[in-house]
């Protein structure tokens, strides 16, 4: 069954703006949901729920459907916004080099095509990083601030054990379902291989349909190995929470730390016995947090 839906939408230019109404099919057919035309690129997202705008931002080389969890748990309570980043999934895949920031400036450009002024953010891994530079570039779009598994730099990072970093490097020239089998133990931690393995091969089979040749996963990482904001962490006023998993091996949580300690007011929570997907190992307890965080008075 497919619905009409009819949005009042602001297209942003970088010399002035305009509105129109944009009308598009709402469909439970995934082929039939919304891609947008923002003033930088056509992007996919889709709308869930009603309430407050959340946005959900999503990491190297995946696409929105992996926060289904999310998406289920947090509707109920907002608008949540979920979309696939350029070079992955159903949006736009330019060919040329970008930076997080650009991502950033995407994301601004689809808040401002849907017409909303801002929005609670939560943002993983790179999706981490592009929330970073949305809060510091776009201050005005974002009200609550969340960042999950993420990095202020890959110059500053604290480091991924040796293994880590090798089973990582073999990975990228894998085929995509191989190489996030091979990858399970960076993703996960051991408890979860060991106690759900059908979540963990659910977690695969979602992630695996990414639509991303390698020339664009490659760019994703090109901009992901640039990423830098960590002299500018002080500059970020909006209530931040950070979190991580404490068995992550492929982004460490003293970086998560170092990210707490650089933001003012900031709070950290650490998730025990959860990997790098910590959000998908508990996603009940991360929503739950998450939701508090949200609906929280400043």
């Keep these: 069954m497919t619905e009409n839906w009819s949005i009042k939408c602001r297209f942003a230019s970088r010399s002035n703006s305009a509105t129109a109404t944009l009308s598009f099919s709402h469909s439970n057919n995934r082929n039939e949901l919304p891609t947008l035309q923002t003033n930088r690129l056509k992007m996919y997202y889709e709308l869930h729920g009603d309430g407050e705008p959340l946005l959900l931002i999503r990491g190297l080389g995946g696409t929105c459907k992996g926060f289904k969890p999310q998406i289920d748990g947090l509707s109920p309570h907002f608008r949540v916004i979920a979309f696939d980043n350029r070079c992955v999934g159903r949006s736009d895949q330019p060919q040329d080099p970008?930076?997080?920031?650009?991502?950033?400036?995407?994301?601004a450009a689809l808040l401002d095509a849907l017409g909303v002024e801002s929005a609670h953010v939560f943002g993983v891994s790179l999706g981490g990083m592009v929330a970073q530079e949305l809060v510091l570039r776009h201050p005005e779009k974002v009200r609550r601030l969340a960042l999950g598994c993420t990095h202020a730099g890959a110059g500053t990072a604290v480091q991924a054990p040796d293994w880590a970093i090798r089973v990582f490097n073999e990975s990228r020239d894998m085929p995509r379902i191989d190489a996030l089998k091979h990858s399970v133990p960076l993703l996960f931690a051991q408890c979860t291989v060991d106690e759900q393995p059908e979540l963990v091969e659910e977690s695969l089979a979602i992630?695996?349909?990414?639509?991303?040749?390698?020339?664009?996963y490659l760019l994703q990482l090109g901009a992901v190995m640039k990423h830098d904001t960590i002299n500018r962490l002080n500059q970020i006023k909006h209530p931040t929470l950070v979190m991580t998993g404490?068995?992550?091996?492929?982004v460490a949580p003293g970086n998560s730390r170092l990210i707490a300690e650089r933001i003012p007011g900031a709070r950290l929570i650490e998730f025990p016995a959860t990997g790098h997907l910590f959000f998908t190992e508990k996603a009940d307890e991360v929503?739950?947090?998450l939701l508090n965080f949200f609906q929280e008075e400043r």
């Design 287 to 289: 929503n739950w947090t």
């Design 246 to 250: 404490t068995e992550d091996t492929l």
């Design 207 to 216: 992630m695996a349909n990414n639509n991303q040749p390698k020339s664009s």
């Design 98 to 107: 970008f930076t997080i920031a650009d991502m950033a400036d995407d994301t």
